[in-house]
């Protein structure tokens, strides 16, 4: 099966700046579509960035323009740049994979998920 494990939250002050990893193993037709979401306390998990099987990237509005995701040619790591951090930022940031192929910010299409790695961002 798929596993995927984070690395590299922490804390930063506002509008300073974080790279996210993720590092995927397993069959390679059930990682075709990743995505980074994100869950702040007493919120519903939310997609933030993703990648589909084409290789479109999409992002969630709020860091469109702030967040940068990528991913290799052999779909094993996906990298998220988070700059210009906001407090609302804050939050548990997930890896997510899927054997879907579109719809890359919707949580339901994602079978295989990392424990989290937690982004705090200070005023």
């Known amino acids: 099966s798929v596993q995927v494990v984070e690395s590299g939250g922490g804390s930063v002050q506002a509008g300073g700046s974080l790279r996210l990893s993720c590092a995927a193993s397993?069959?390679?037709?059930?990682?075709?579509?990743m995505a980074w979401f994100r869950q702040a306390p007493g919120k519903e998990r939310e997609g933030v960035a993703g990648?589909?099987?084409?290789?479109?990237?999409l992002y969630a509005s709020s860091v469109k323009g702030r967040f940068t995701s990528s991913r290799d040619n052999a779909k094993s790591t996906l990298r998220l740049q988070m700059n210009d951090l906001k407090p609302d930022d804050t939050a548990v940031y997930y890896c997510?994979?899927?054997?879907?192929?579109?719809?890359?910010?919707?949580?339901?299409?994602?079978?295989?998920w990392g424990q989290g790695t937690k982004v705090t961002v200070s005023s």
């Open positions: 990648i589909e099987n084409d290789g479109s990237v």
């Open positions: 397993g069959p390679t037709d059930e990682r075709k579509m």
């Open positions: 997510a994979a899927s054997r879907m192929s579109r719809d890359a910010l919707d949580r339901g299409m994602y079978a295989y």
